[in-house]
């Protein structure tokens, strides 16, 4: 039987799928104007996490230095014993809850523990930074439909590796090219970006802003700006003053982009035509990645392609935007108020100084003590508190849990999710049972809240689907018949040059910060890119023996220095780790990539040695900034 249903990874591709219940096959929903017939291989094999023989498929409850496999009944007694004695002080509750599991329905727990008065967390290890700088400029977070880059004449790409992160933008880019798009992309290098680029200018990691006001400073030089454009900011004398301050040569030292170089993107820009601008979703991974997200918002606004056909610039949209809340509808817990917030990318540390302490966590959608930095930190202090983890297969977190319940995973659970890149809200349905044991999440958190002492009483599955669905006024009987519904924003953002903010004007950024000085210690700068088999921490763990591999330049300082008959250690201030060195072409000599989301326990996991470090806006996660050596030991 053939079953539509879609993909709940986080990936802003959201793709519809078409499952072939029988043969175990998955394929990309034709019908579907987004995913036009075809998915990602990460999707595409998703029949081997659900039938893997290291899945959890029953609860485990610790006994000693183990585990034991109990019953639902008696792993649900004990959690909520451990929950009614921690509730008479909320602070010594955690939540824990990650977008390793998205949608409607995903968002049970984190309603669950608000009506408990839990602590939560804040801050991002993702795109919260580029987000908050793209509200900071256009007052909301839109950007063009992702169809619209077939009307460019140019794209400028500023980092986004659509042959790993998006293979239907790719595909959107490579039609573009065949019609006479021409595509720049600006990047650290070592990644796929030239499989679809015309030129590629290498540039130094985390440097983007500096390389956007030198294109600023061109445009100011040359006088080519549209007056209509600049009326409808806010702030353009501020940002004028700031960059008629600045050296042209300087800006391009700073960022270890050739002058001609930048030349030529300011040429892109200034040229006749309209220039779609995609930003990657790294650029906000260093200390100053909300800057450079601003300023290349800023070149857009400036040379005039913002808010017409074929430009716009593109970084993300919120994939709830289309969803609504469903929250009210649920019976018991107390009246909201302000929570208890523990800083995510410092959770080890924040636990460790918790006052009053946490006694009871609970961790879902979230291999956290892998995701964070310093995540040995974070095991560590998860050893005092009762932990609760919903996981499928024994990762770095699943290992310090008191309690593992298992969860249904996609295909075996129904819910609906939006796109973080386009507009279509897709109905995820179940096209499989559960495997063994496992339930959907929501159902242990209506389980677990009708347990309490003081019930907390969810409705059920199909009452907060259709709640939530009523924001965008998306039917769910034709969601149901169909599989996906689009929901209507405008094909080009900010077309009048209205904009977000109150006064509808736009907002230039009026600050530009010094890079951190290279540490003479740590000359180098790690980059954890994401994987193209596997989506951040979900890789097979017969994937991960042996040493991992980091890739550099044959131009690297350490290059020449390493011994091969010697073994390799990736070296931080946080502590060391042994890795296989290969080299790739045209990658940043001071640059080392691995692939994100190796697990610790099997030495592969990099935020082990990756210090906490906090971005310029939003309280986002430096990972980028993390400076190493290579050295023989």
Not at 203 to 210: L, N, Q, S, V, Y
Not at 322 to 346: F, I, K, T
Not at 384 to 413: Q, Y
Not at 548 to 554: A, F, H, L, Q, Y
């Amino acid at each position: 039987m053939k079953i539509t249903t879609a993909c709940t990874m986080d990936c802003g591709d959201a793709c519809s799928l078409v499952v072939d219940t029988e043969k175990k096959t998955v394929r990309g929903n034709p019908k579907h104007p987004f995913t036009k017939g075809f998915c990602c291989k990460k999707g595409g094999r998703y029949f081997e996490r659900i039938g893997s023989e290291d899945r959890i498929t029953e609860p485990l409850v610790r006994r000693g230095s183990g585990f034991e496999p109990v019953s639902w009944d008696e792993a649900m007694a004990l959690v909520a014993d451990k929950l009614d004695a921690a509730r008479s002080v909320p602070e010594s509750i955690l939540h824990i809850h990650g977008h390793g599991y998205r949608g409607i329905l995903g968002k049970a727990s984190t309603v669950f523990f608000e009506k408990l008065g839990a602590s939560t967390h804040y801050g991002c290890l993702c795109d919260d930074t580029g987000i908050e700088a793209c509200i900071r400029d256009f007052g909301v977070l839109n950007h063009n439909d992702p169809e619209d880059i077939l009307n460019a004449d140019r794209v400028v790409n500023w980092g986004r590796d659509m042959t790993r992160c998006s293979i239907h933008q790719l595909a959107l880019v490579q039609k573009a090219r065949k019609n006479g798009t021409e595509v720049l992309t600006i990047s650290p290098g070592g990644d796929g970006t030239p499989e679809f680029s015309d030129v590629n200018v290498m540039i130094r990691p985390g440097t983007d802003r500096f390389l956007a006001a030198a294109v600023l400073k061109l445009f100011l030089e040359a006088g080519d700006l549209n007056p209509w454009v600049l009326t409808r900011t806010a702030n353009w004398p501020a940002l004028r003053g700031l960059v008629d301050g600045l050296k042209f040569r300087d800006l391009c030292a700073a960022c270890e982009v050739p002058a001609r170089d930048a030349e030529m993107v300011y040429e892109w820009y200034a040229d006749r035509g309209a220039v779609a601008t995609v930003m990657g979703w790294g650029l906000q991974r260093h200390v100053y990645g909300g800057e450079n997200v601003r300023f290349i918002n800023a070149v857009a606004m400036v040379s005039g392609q913002i808010g017409i056909r074929g430009g716009g610039s593109y970084f993300n949209i919120s994939s709830g935007r289309n969803l609504g809340d469903w929250s009210h509808l649920v019976e018991g817990g107390v009246p909201a108020g302000e929570r208890r917030r523990l800083l995510l990318q410092d959770l080890g540390a924040e636990l460790a100084k918790a006052d009053p302490p946490v006694d009871f966590v609970w961790i879902d959608g979230h291999n956290v003590v892998n995701q964070i930095p310093d995540g040995l930190a974070l095991a560590d202090a998860l050893a005092a508190p009762f932990v609760v983890a919903v996981e499928a297969v024994m990762n770095d977190t699943a290992m310090r849990a008191d309690v593992i319940l298992p969860p249904a995973l996609m295909f075996e659970r129904e819910d609906v999710l939006g796109s973080f890149v386009h507009n279509y809200v897709n109905r995820c349905a179940e096209v499989v049972p559960p495997r063994g044991n496992a339930r959907h999440d929501f159902d242990i958190m209506a389980e677990l809240g009708a347990r309490l002492r003081r019930p907390v009483r969810f409705p059920d599955r199909e009452r907060c689907l259709r709640e939530g669905l009523k924001a965008a006024n998306i039917s769910w009987d034709e969601l149901e018949e169909n599989g996906f519904a689009r929901v209507n924003h405008p094909v080009v953002a900010f077309e009048d040059l209205v904009f977000g903010h109150l006064d509808g004007l736009y907002r230039f950024p009026e600050a530009l910060h010094p890079e951190p000085p290279r540490d003479p210690d740590y000359p180098l700068q790690l980059l954890t890119l994401v994987r193209g088999e596997s989506l951040h921490s979900q890789i097979p763990e017969q994937n991960m023996r042996g040493v991992p591999t980091v890739w550099i330049s044959k131009q690297n300082p350490a290059f020449g220095g390493l011994n091969p008959a010697m073994d390799v250690y990736l070296t931080t201030d946080l502590g060391a780790m042994q890795v296989r060195v290969e080299t790739v072409e045209d990658l940043h000599p001071r640059t080392v990539i691995m692939r994100r989301g190796g697990w610790m326990k099997y030495g592969h996991g990099a935020n082990a040695i990756i210090a906490p470090s906090v971005t310029d806006m939003a309280h986002g996660t430096a990972y980028y900034s993390q400076s190493c050596r290579l050295e023989n030991r």
